[in-house]
């Protein structure tokens, strides 16, 4: 019996989750790209709403990929660091993204869920499958608690784009999220 095994139920639930969230997101974008999508919102919707899906993609395949028999931890751990230093530069692209976006301004709440807070999970990632050979209980309680921050910041990120377009865009509104 691995470290991982322990792990199984967090991963279905999370996974799971993950797996929901990525089909109410595909949902809410077509429902969406009904509008107009030119231009700038284009570009916007690139910043703020495609790295919802990449943050539920990530959780939904490290949820499978470490609720497989692994013999080890090493080998999950590896795929895992992949994980985490790609999606460091995932996070890099989509802040340059935001700052060349004008369709909205973002406010601090926006930098801090998509921005910060991922780059902080992937991040934990990369730092954890370090952390697996000395610590590997340890490292799992970081890979657990990235996997949920970045399910959160979907959370967040997908419910802050959903209120955007239907209160601000549909209305013609502003933007007083």
């Known amino acids: 019996m691995t470290a991982l095994a322990g792990w199984l139920n967090f991963y279905a639930i999370v996974g799971a989750s993950a797996g929901a969230l990525i089909g109410l997101q595909f949902v809410v974008l077509t429902l969406i790209t009904r509008t107009s999508m030119a231009g700038a919102d284009a570009r916007a919707s690139r910043a703020f709403a495609t790295p919802a899906i990449v943050h539920f993609g990530t959780v939904l395949g490290l949820s499978a990929t470490l609720s ?5 931890i090493g080998a999950p751990a590896v795929l895992w660091g992949i994980v985490g230093i790609s999606g ?3 996070a890099v692209i989509v802040v340059r993204q935001i700052r060349v976006q004008a369709a909205y301004q973002p406010e601090f709440e926006d930098w801090l869920f ?3 807070l991922p780059a902080a999970a992937y991040t934990i990632l990369a730092a954890s ?8 209980r340890e490292a799992l309680f970081g890979v657990g608690a990235a996997l949920l921050v970045l399910l959160l910041a979907g959370v967040h990120n997908a419910w802050d784009a959903v209120t955007y377009h239907v209160f601000v865009k ?8």
Not at 129 to 136: D, G, I, L, T
């Open 88 to 90: 460091m530069v995932y």
């Open 114 to 116: 998509h921005a910060v």
């Open 129 to 136: 499958a370090y952390a697996a050979y000395f610590y590997p």
């Open 68 to 72: 497989a028999p692994w013999e080890g």
């Open 170 to 177: 549909a209305t013609g509104g502003e933007a007083d999220r």
